[in-house]
């Protein structure tokens, strides 16, 4: 259920006059735009140069152990990466076209268009041949998420994180949730699909949530020098209002594994690749510019919108993805603020699993038991519209699919 709009204007206000009391947020918020200048200054000189802006990372080094600090930390700076090769092309072509089986012969576009209006995520994009679709339970999606090699990265992934609290664990970066999304299917020529720079995983919380005020302490305390993007306290406490596609699950990192090969130009994504840039756009908010009962043009229940008007000086930042190819991975900070390219002028289609990074915790290990239940019975993501497609599709992934690292994924 929605909050109620008076309501919701009320607490901001109350909450933006409570914020700016406990420290000199102006001056930090001054101090900060400094730093995210600098920060967008190096990405945009490097992007002149065709030099590498997102840092890219070969999974042959995480599996040896042999990622440099110096990558390691360019990585944490950056709040994103690209891992390459974690699966062999081979295998992934062999995925794609399975895929491409499974949508035709259970007759997919049929049914979407009678559900068509379910899923609101994406209501302002133009109708027509779907890009994304509402399918979670085919055999290569759950073979993508419980493969040894998605769970090796995601440790690597994890291990970046702070997930120690007075030497409790906030989290286990050695074990895996999984955490079911969906495919991206889009065809040359789509303009449909174009997504504006946003956040996913909370909008308005981020402002007024206990738990999202404890993630970000430190910024709200005027010491932003301090906040660490990557301490993990209190961020599997946070809680967020309930909407078809903002995920109740913790990750460490969203991300999608490659089917096809794509890169700029093509359809695909792009990212701010500056970490600590959810600092200056929750002080970009306090700032006297804004009305009082307005969070930047946040909206309850939605993806966090990063709009010119308020963001310019990080939108500067905006870069594409380098070229990938089937069986590399893409991954974003859950604070880092992405994109999707307006219109895909490629040959080819641009094709990716969403799968991200969900380890094991309190807070996801509620969520799985929902999640378990609609696997068995084949329906939508708990998370998502309850399109409920693959119910009675043929060949669609059952318990028996599951290896024992998946069970142990999925809760079951």
Not at 306 to 321: G, M, N, R, W
Not at 355 to 365: H, L, S, V, Y
Not at 384 to 400: H, M, N, T
């Amino acid at each position: 259920m929605s909050p109620d709009p008076k309501i919701m204007s009320q607490q901001i206000q109350q909450q933006k006059q409570k914020l700016r009391k406990s420290a000199d947020l102006d001056s930090s918020f001054i101090e900060l735009s400094r730093a995210m200048k600098e920060e967008v200054e190096e990405i945009i000189a490097l992007a002149a140069t065709g030099s590498q802006v997102i840092p890219e990372v070969n999974f042959n080094d995480i599996q040896k152990g042999e990622v440099s600090s110096d990558l390691t930390q360019l990585v944490k700076k950056r709040g994103c990466a690209v891992v390459r090769q974690v699966f062999t092309s081979e295998r992934v072509n062999e995925w794609n076209v399975q895929i491409v089986e499974y949508i035709e012969s259970n007759q997919y576009y049929d049914k979407e268009i009678e559900k068509r209006g379910l899923d609101q995520y994406f209501s302002q994009l133009a109708s027509g041949r779907p890009q994304i679709f509402g399918l979670y339970w085919s055999k290569p999606q759950i073979e993508a998420r419980q493969s040894e090699e998605l769970a090796a990265a995601r440790r690597w992934l994890n291990r970046l994180w702070d997930h120690n609290q007075s030497g409790k664990l906030v989290f286990n970066p050695d074990q895996e949730c999984s955490y079911a999304d969906r495919l991206r299917r889009r065809q040359p020529g789509d303009s449909t699909l174009g997504l504006s720079p946003h956040v996913d995983g909370g909008s308005v919380e981020r402002w007024l949530d206990e738990g999202f005020h404890n993630v970000y302490r430190l910024v709200y305390s005027g010491e932003w020098q301090k906040y660490d993007p990557f301490a993990a306290v209190h961020r599997t406490e946070t809680k967020e209002i309930p909407s078809p596609a903002v995920c109740q699950m913790f990750r460490t990192f969203q991300g999608w594994t490659a089917l096809t090969s794509q890169g700029p130009g093509e359809g695909t994504l792009q990212l701010i690749p500056i970490a600590r840039g959810m600092a200056w756009i929750l002080l970009r908010a306090l700032q006297n510019d804004v009305a009082e009962d307005d969070l930047c043009g946040a909206k309850a229940g939605r993806a966090l919108s990063i709009l010119p008007e308020y963001h310019q000086l990080l939108l500067k930042a905006l870069a594409p993805i380098p070229k990938v190819q089937p069986g590399d991975t893409v991954w974003w900070h859950p604070d880092v603020i992405h994109a999707v390219e307006n219109h895909h002028q490629g040959n080819d289609y641009s094709n990716v699993m969403y799968i991200g990074a969900a380890p094991d915790c309190e807070k996801n290990q509620i969520f799985l038991p929902k999640q378990a239940e609609a696997f068995l019975r084949g329906k939508s993501c708990p998370d998502f519209a309850p399109e409920d497609y693959e119910i009675d599709f043929v060949g669609r992934a059952q318990l028996s699919n599951l290896t024992d690292l998946g069970r142990l994924q999925m809760g079951l």
